[in-house]
């Protein structure tokens, strides 16, 4: 059994997409009509064949309360693997990334946290 698809709560999926592709280098692999939506999955440059993120539409109003309380107490969302954590803390940054918690060691990871603006705290991860 492997992942194919995981979903991340967003607010705009437009906004949503262009942070994703513009900001943090996914690339998109669709965009279909899906009712009021649409269905936007991201894939990472290096993998596109790989897992696809899904930026779901928080229209429903328990997602919307998760992701809000999500966020309000400061656990990220989701969590995306980097291989060289100051260089891409450095990159965002640069480009208005805001960023709830710097590059720290937590064992043999480390880590930080950003707000994706969409709604959503993201955990990036290196093993170290």
Known sequence: MNII???????????????????????????????????????????ENGTELLLEPNNNPIAKEYQEKLFTQGIPATMFGVTDIAKEYKRL???GVEFTVEPKEMGNLA??????????????????
């Open 5 to 47: 698809v995981t979903s991340l709560f967003v607010e705009d999926q437009y906004k949503a997409l262009a942070f994703y592709t513009k900001t943090l280098g996914f690339v998109k692999k669709h965009d279909e009509p899906a009712g009021e939506f649409r269905w936007i999955t991201l894939v990472s440059p290096d993998d």
């Open 111 to 128: 880590l930080a946290v950003f707000d994706d603006t969409c709604g959503n705290l993201i955990q990036i991860v290196q093993n170290i």
């Open 93 to 95: 940054v640069e480009l």
